[in-house]
């Protein structure tokens, strides 16, 4: 809900007015105003509502974490200035003193207990448990002292917590999953101690924040922050150009060299953590699977390890980066980066065999192929829909009709987490730098109890796997760790439950004179990376 323009400082008055007649702003309002084109904003303004990406990206201007990720995916103190394992399954936080939540309130260790202990309640749509897991309690020491209680030993705890965002206890006091996005959406309960204050946001439109000087770390520059979303790729260029922002994220491939040749403007790219992969079900019934003239099929041919082999070599990963992403990004063979801890050096380059991948669907029974609806995002991450549309060009090759099914992932996430496809991509970042938490989130068999698998909704189980990527959440050991990983990644390539099709590459665009940008490996766009110009 938006606030009477009466409630607002005079500069906002200032910058709403110049955006309703569409003029520029000037002066100190210009100087101090930051306005980032961004292609997707929050589903919510609750930080425990959803996983996804574009919404932690935009809501840790609000709330802060207990451990922070730097550009590289390095561990940083945060709200937590220190931590260590003081047994094997108790971790000990040491909170930075002096801060405060933007209602001038102390942050102490009960708003951290309050948080961990909030988010199953509350949680959404892909729910932001994976980040809590492991927790069984949380023990306040004293107002700066928390012990995490966890279910065995948790290494990488500390890895988990970079996406564990700290509500006020007073401000988010008794919401349940009914009102609590109603609460934090009004602005009643978005009180956080992060370097921004919530002002308001409008969904699917705009998110603004200001600045708060009461903030624990380095003054912002910026006393506004505009996030205009704008997921039509021309929109986002041509305000750009127009100079209606400062910055976009994830400039279009093909803009890019254009974009580099604007003297006005200047792009910085880079490789992400992002990985396209596609989700194949392994169930006995499957929704939108079928023969070529509609009718039900015996049993679902996604289960035959032969198909899902001749499906992984249809897919011309090159190709893909070349045409579909226009160069940005690069082909994958596992489901995490090569920077990621416990990636596996020795599989080998996933090559195209189209010989090869029908003489597999001949001896899997399905010489002529068979249907199926391939379902994949359009404005989640860059390409989405030009890769997606690809995929499904490159498996007729084989004799599969494909229907290729691109939609937002507003709609596509909760449907992925129903059941609803038989054929799905989206992309999946490694977001902690350790593949336990991929593997551990969507390969390992869906297992509530042991709050594993969450995001394997399709049927998938290997024991074996199981056992690799338990054994690996409590080794202490970094290098045993890495090692268990290693070899879990190994079964995954083997099975193919899911295809690791290419990683993102990523780019910004922005007004040269006014801003430059640090970027990130996860493609958070912060405002606190973005930088005037001097």
């Not at 989405?384 to 099914?405: E, F, H, K, W, Y």
């Given at each position: 809900m938006t606030k009477p323009l009466s409630h607002r400082s005079p500069l906002w008055r200032t910058v709403a007015l110049a955006a309703l007649v569409g003029l520029p702003l000037s002066g100190a309002a210009m100087a101090q105003t930051l306005t980032i084109g961004v292609r997707a904003g929050p589903e919510s303004i609750d930080p425990h509502f959803t996983a996804t990406g574009t919404h932690a990206e935009a809501l840790k201007h609000v709330f802060?974490?207990?451990?922070?990720?730097?550009?590289?995916?390095?561990?940083?103190?945060?709200?937590?200035?220190?931590?260590?394992?003081?047994?094997?399954?108790?971790?000990?936080?040491?909170?930075?003193?002096?801060?405060?939540?933007?209602?001038g309130s102390d942050f102490t260790a009960e708003d951290v207990k309050f948080s961990i202990e909030r988010i199953p309640v509350v949680a959404g749509p892909n729910p932001?448990?994976?980040?809590?897991?492991?927790?069984?309690?949380?023990?306040?020491?004293?107002?700066?002292?928390?012990?995490?209680?966890?279910?065995?030993?948790?290494?990488?705890?500390?890895?988990?917590?970079?996406?564990?965002?700290?509500?006020?206890?007073?401000?988010?006091?008794?919401?349940?999953?009914?009102?609590?996005?109603?609460?934090?959406?009004?602005?009643?309960?978005?009180?956080?101690?992060?370097?921004?204050?919530?002002?308001?946001?409008?969904?699917?439109?705009?998110?603004?924040?200001?600045?708060?000087?009461?903030?624990?770390?380095?003054?912002?520059?910026?006393?506004?922050?505009?996030?205009?979303?704008?997921?039509?790729?021309?929109?986002?260029?041509?305000?750009?150009?127009?100079?209606?922002?400062?910055?976009?994220?994830?400039?279009?491939?093909?803009?890019?060299?254009?974009?580099?040749?604007?003297?006005?403007?200047?792009?910085?790219?880079?490789?992400?953590?992002?990985?396209?992969?596609?989700?194949?079900?392994?169930?006995?019934?499957?929704?939108?699977?079928?023969?070529?003239?509609?009718?039900?099929?015996?049993?679902?041919?996604?289960?035959?390890?032969?198909?899902?082999?001749?499906?992984?070599?249809?897919?011309?990963?090159?190709?893909?980066?070349?045409?579909?992403?226009?160069?940005?990004?690069?082909?994958?063979?596992?489901?995490?980066?090569?920077d990621i801890a416990g990636y596996n050096k020795s599989l080998p380059p996933l090559k195209p065999d189209l010989a090869k991948a029908k003489k597999l669907m001949e001896e899997a029974g399905y010489p002529n192929g068979f249907k199926v609806s391939f379902s994949f995002t359009n404005d989640?991450?860059?390409?989405?829909?030009?890769?997606?549309?690809?995929?499904?060009?490159?498996?007729?090759?084989?004799?599969?009709?494909?229907?290729?099914?691109?939609?937002?992932?507003?709609?596509?996430?909760?449907?992925?987490?129903?059941?609803?496809?038989?054929?799905?991509?989206?992309?999946?970042?490694?977001?902690?730098?350790?593949?336990?938490?991929?593997?551990?989130?969507?390969?390992?068999?869906?297992d509530p109890a042991k709050k594993l698998g969450a995001f394997n909704v399709l049927g998938y189980k290997n024991a074996e796997l199981d056992k690799l990527i338990e054994d690996a959440a409590i080794e202490m050991d970094e290098a045993k760790r890495n090692d268990l990983l290693a070899q879990a990644n190994a079964i995954v390539a083997k099975d193919r439950p899911r295809l690791p099709i290419l990683a993102v590459g990523s780019a910004w665009a922005m007004q040269k004179a006014k801003v430059t940008i640090r970027p990130r490996v996860d493609e958070d766009t912060l405002a606190m990376d973005i930088k005037p110009v001097k």
């Open positions: 802060d974490t207990l451990t922070w990720s730097g550009d590289k995916l390095q561990i940083e103190p945060r709200l937590a200035l220190s931590w260590k394992a003081i047994e094997p399954s108790v971790w000990e936080f040491k909170l930075r003193p002096g801060v405060k939540f933007h209602d932001t448990t994976i980040y809590v897991r492991r927790v069984k309690e949380v023990k306040i020491v004293d107002p700066l002292t928390v012990h995490i209680v966890t279910d065995g030993p948790a290494p990488n705890l500390p890895n988990d917590f970079i996406r564990l965002f700290i509500v006020s206890h007073k401000a988010a006091a008794g919401l349940t999953k009914d009102n609590a996005n109603d609460a934090f959406n009004t602005g009643k309960a978005a009180i956080g101690t992060g370097p921004y204050k919530f002002v308001s946001w409008t969904p699917k439109d705009q998110l603004v924040l200001e600045r708060f000087d009461g903030y624990w770390g380095e003054k912002e520059p910026w006393q506004r922050v505009l996030r205009k979303e704008l997921p039509n790729d021309a929109a986002r260029v041509a305000q750009l150009k127009a100079g209606q922002v400062d910055i976009i994220v994830r400039a279009p491939a093909s803009d890019v060299p254009t974009l580099k040749r604007d003297t006005k403007l200047s792009v910085t790219t880079i490789d992400t953590v992002y990985v396209f992969n596609m989700e194949l079900d392994m169930r006995e019934k499957s929704p939108q699977v079928s023969a070529k003239d509609g009718s039900a099929l015996p049993k679902n041919p996604l289960q035959d390890v032969k198909v899902r082999e001749a499906i992984d070599l249809a897919i011309d990963r090159p190709a893909l980066v070349d045409v579909a992403m226009e160069g940005l990004g690069s082909a994958v063979n596992q489901l995490v980066t090569p989640r991450l860059p390409g989405d829909r030009q890769v997606g549309t690809s995929i499904a060009q490159m498996l007729a090759r084989i004799g599969i009709d494909v229907n290729a099914n691109a939609q937002p992932g507003a709609v596509f996430f909760p449907a992925r987490l129903r059941g609803d496809f038989s054929l799905s991509m989206s992309g999946w970042g490694t977001l902690t730098g350790e593949a336990n938490y991929t593997l551990s989130s969507v390969v390992h068999s869906n």
